[in-house]
């Protein structure tokens, strides 16, 4: 005597389904997505989409320190304004060409620029300090004595 197969839950649905479950649909088309934008071949794209410049911060003690990366901005065209917990860094970035040149990939930054960065301590416009070499921009940022804690002494 042969026994029927057991059929589970899922071979059921599907039988009785008969289309493509709708979040497969939806994976499917976010993979096609990505994989189209990971393709930039001949885009006028860069090869890194975060924010420019690059910013590193730093605390060294009461002070802050931000290295920001640079590279071909002179220093006439960079810019830095500094307000109670934030700096502003703007400028611009060219980048030229010889005449005549078809241009087949474009991965260098060009154009304006402007980021600010927000800070959790309040800072010192007057005692900052601005180095800048090699596209390398060092600013250190001194924390305002109106924002240091305070020792209180019991009596």
């Known amino acids: ?89 703007f400028g611009k970035k060219a980048v030229g060409y010889p005449d005549e040149t078809s241009l087949h990939r474009r991965e260098r930054v060009s154009g304006d620029f402007d980021r600010t960065l927000s800070l959790p301590v309040q800072i010192d416009p007057d005692g900052i300090k601005a180095e800048y070499r090699d596209g390398i921009l060092a600013l250190f940022l001194p924390r305002a004595e109106s924002d240091k804690p305070r020792t209180i002494k019991i009596t």
């Open 1 to 89: 005597m042969i026994l029927p197969r057991p059929v589970n839950k899922i071979g059921v649905a599907n039988m009785i389904m008969g289309f493509a479950d709708p979040f497969d649909t939806l994976l499917d088309l976010q993979r096609s997505l990505e994989s189209t934008l990971a393709s930039d071949w001949l885009q006028d794209l860069t090869t890194t989409r975060g924010p420019f410049p690059p910013i590193n911060v730093f605390q060294q003690g009461d002070d802050i320190l931000a290295i920001i990366e640079l590279p071909g901005v002179s220093k006439s065209d960079l810019q830095i304004q500094a307000k109670e917990n934030s700096i502003r860094i």
